[in-house]
Protein backbone atom coordinates (compact mmCIF):
# COMPACT_ATOMS: atom_id res chain seq x y z
CA UNK A 1 0.00 0.00 0.00
CA UNK A 2 1.64 3.80 -1.10
CA UNK A 3 2.46 5.63 2.00
CA UNK A 4 -0.22 8.15 1.27
CA UNK A 5 -3.24 5.57 0.95
CA UNK A 6 -1.82 4.13 4.29
CA UNK A 7 -1.94 7.12 6.08
CA UNK A 8 -5.30 8.23 5.08
CA UNK A 9 -6.55 4.58 5.55
CA UNK A 10 -4.91 4.85 9.34
CA UNK A 11 -6.34 8.44 10.06
CA UNK A 12 -10.23 7.78 8.55
CA UNK A 13 -10.08 4.90 10.41
CA UNK A 14 -9.57 6.44 13.86
CA UNK A 15 -11.55 9.39 12.21
CA UNK A 16 -14.81 7.33 12.10
CA UNK A 17 -15.16 7.91 16.39
CA UNK A 18 -14.16 11.34 16.03
CA UNK A 19 -17.22 13.46 13.71
CA UNK A 20 -17.89 16.10 16.05
CA UNK A 21 -16.13 18.87 16.80
CA UNK A 22 -16.82 18.48 20.30
CA UNK A 23 -15.60 15.04 20.59
CA UNK A 24 -12.17 16.32 18.47
CA UNK A 25 -11.62 19.67 21.09
CA UNK A 26 -12.14 17.70 24.06
CA UNK A 27 -8.98 15.36 22.60
CA UNK A 28 -6.90 18.32 21.85
CA UNK A 29 -6.44 18.82 25.55
CA UNK A 30 -6.85 15.00 27.01
CA UNK A 31 -4.41 13.39 24.07
CA UNK A 32 -1.32 15.63 24.75
CA UNK A 33 -2.03 15.30 28.29
CA UNK A 34 -2.38 12.04 28.49
CA UNK A 35 1.43 11.55 26.39
CA UNK A 36 2.38 13.79 28.75
CA UNK A 37 1.47 12.12 31.68
CA UNK A 38 2.81 8.95 30.47
CA UNK A 39 6.13 10.41 29.51
CA UNK A 40 6.22 11.75 33.31
CA UNK A 41 7.32 8.39 34.75
CA UNK A 42 9.38 7.40 31.69
CA UNK A 43 11.76 10.44 32.48
CA UNK A 44 12.49 9.70 35.97
CA UNK A 45 14.33 5.91 34.73
CA UNK A 46 17.38 6.87 33.59
CA UNK A 47 19.93 4.58 32.23
CA UNK A 48 23.88 5.14 31.64
CA UNK A 49 24.88 4.12 28.02
CA UNK A 50 28.28 4.09 27.93
CA UNK A 51 28.85 7.43 30.06
CA UNK A 52 26.17 9.11 29.28
CA UNK A 53 23.02 9.21 31.30
CA UNK A 54 20.03 8.41 28.83
CA UNK A 55 16.18 8.60 29.71
CA UNK A 56 13.67 6.23 29.03
CA UNK A 57 11.11 9.14 27.87
CA UNK A 58 13.91 10.49 24.61
CA UNK A 59 14.15 6.36 24.23
CA UNK A 60 10.35 6.72 23.37
CA UNK A 61 10.48 9.77 22.27
CA UNK A 62 12.47 8.56 19.20
CA UNK A 63 11.33 5.16 18.78
CA UNK A 64 7.57 7.04 18.29
CA UNK A 65 9.01 9.28 15.96
CA UNK A 66 10.25 7.19 13.57
CA UNK A 67 6.85 4.98 13.77
CA UNK A 68 4.94 8.79 12.71
CA UNK A 69 7.81 9.43 10.24
CA UNK A 70 7.14 6.07 8.72
CA UNK A 71 3.01 7.06 8.34
CA UNK A 72 3.57 10.17 6.76
CA UNK A 73 6.78 12.51 7.27
CA UNK A 74 5.03 15.87 7.43
CA UNK A 75 3.51 14.56 10.20
CA UNK A 76 5.75 12.53 11.98
CA UNK A 77 7.85 15.81 11.67
CA UNK A 78 5.25 17.68 13.32
CA UNK A 79 4.84 14.97 15.82
CA UNK A 80 8.52 14.75 16.37
CA UNK A 81 8.24 18.62 17.53
CA UNK A 82 5.54 18.02 19.52
CA UNK A 83 6.84 14.91 21.77
CA UNK A 84 9.94 16.74 22.25
CA UNK A 85 8.39 19.43 23.42
CA UNK A 86 5.90 17.11 25.63
CA UNK A 87 9.17 15.49 26.91
CA UNK A 88 11.04 18.32 28.13
CA UNK A 89 7.77 19.42 30.01
CA UNK A 90 7.81 15.75 31.43
CA UNK A 91 11.84 15.93 32.26
CA UNK A 92 11.11 19.40 34.43
CA UNK A 93 8.02 17.60 35.56
CA UNK A 94 10.44 14.42 36.61
CA UNK A 95 13.03 16.94 38.19
CA UNK A 96 10.43 17.96 41.24
CA UNK A 97 11.12 14.54 42.53
CA UNK A 98 9.58 10.91 41.97
CA UNK A 99 6.70 11.16 44.45
CA UNK A 100 5.54 14.72 43.71
CA UNK A 101 6.07 14.24 39.50
CA UNK A 102 4.29 10.74 39.34
CA UNK A 103 1.21 12.79 41.46
CA UNK A 104 0.80 15.20 39.00
CA UNK A 105 1.33 12.62 36.42
CA UNK A 106 -1.48 10.39 37.54
CA UNK A 107 -3.23 13.96 38.21
CA UNK A 108 -3.05 14.65 34.40
CA UNK A 109 -3.63 11.17 33.44
CA UNK A 110 -7.16 11.17 35.08
CA UNK A 111 -7.47 14.04 33.77
CA UNK A 112 -6.79 13.45 30.30
CA UNK A 113 -8.84 10.49 30.01
CA UNK A 114 -12.01 11.98 31.57
CA UNK A 115 -11.39 14.28 28.71
CA UNK A 116 -11.51 12.00 26.21
CA UNK A 117 -14.40 10.01 27.63
CA UNK A 118 -16.21 13.31 28.11
CA UNK A 119 -16.11 13.31 24.22
CA UNK A 120 -17.26 10.38 23.01
CA UNK A 121 -20.09 10.58 25.26
CA UNK A 122 -20.89 14.10 23.62
CA UNK A 123 -20.38 12.19 20.17
CA UNK A 124 -22.08 9.21 21.29
CA UNK A 125 -19.96 6.34 20.52
CA UNK A 126 -17.32 4.34 21.69
CA UNK A 127 -13.84 5.28 21.69
CA UNK A 128 -11.41 3.98 18.83
CA UNK A 129 -9.26 2.22 20.69
CA UNK A 130 -12.11 -0.23 22.05
CA UNK A 131 -12.05 -1.65 18.26
CA UNK A 132 -8.24 -2.09 18.13
CA UNK A 133 -5.54 -0.70 21.17
CA UNK A 134 -3.51 0.67 18.40
CA UNK A 135 -5.94 3.53 17.81
CA UNK A 136 -4.13 4.97 21.01
CA UNK A 137 -1.31 5.52 18.68
CA UNK A 138 -3.01 7.16 16.20
CA UNK A 139 -4.36 9.84 18.12
CA UNK A 140 -1.80 12.00 18.24
CA UNK A 141 -1.09 11.73 14.61
CA UNK A 142 -4.94 12.58 13.79
CA UNK A 143 -4.87 15.41 15.73
CA UNK A 144 -1.90 17.27 14.11
CA UNK A 145 -3.59 16.07 10.48
CA UNK A 146 -6.89 17.85 11.79
CA UNK A 147 -4.79 20.89 12.66
CA UNK A 148 -2.67 20.56 9.43
CA UNK A 149 -6.50 20.82 8.11
CA UNK A 150 -7.55 23.72 10.07
CA UNK A 151 -4.46 25.98 8.49
CA UNK A 152 -5.50 24.80 4.98
CA UNK A 153 -2.40 22.30 4.67
CA UNK A 154 -2.76 18.65 2.98
CA UNK A 155 -5.98 19.22 0.99
CA UNK A 156 -5.20 15.69 -0.86
CA UNK A 157 -5.12 13.61 2.62
CA UNK A 158 -8.25 15.12 3.88
CA UNK A 159 -9.88 14.55 0.19
CA UNK A 160 -8.79 11.08 1.01
CA UNK A 161 -9.76 10.65 4.56
CA UNK A 162 -13.18 12.13 3.61
CA UNK A 163 -13.50 9.76 0.79
CA UNK A 164 -12.86 6.84 3.08
CA UNK A 165 -14.87 8.32 5.96
CA UNK A 166 -18.17 8.54 3.01
CA UNK A 167 -17.62 4.88 2.20
CA UNK A 168 -17.64 3.57 5.29
CA UNK A 169 -21.06 5.74 5.92
CA UNK A 170 -22.55 4.19 3.31
CA UNK A 171 -21.90 1.11 4.22
Same mark, same amino acid.
Given at each position: ?????????????????????? =?????????????????????????????????????????????????????????????????????????????LALTVAA????AGWTLQL??????? =??????? =????????????????????????????????????????
Open positions: MPPATRTAAILASYGRFHRDPR =NRRTHYVGVPAIVYSVLVPTALAVHPVPGVPLRLDRIVVAVAAIGYLWLDVGLGLALTAILALLAAAAEATAALGSSVVFMLGHRLEG =NRPALLT =NLAQILVAPAYLVAELAFALGLRSSLRSAIERRLAGHAAT
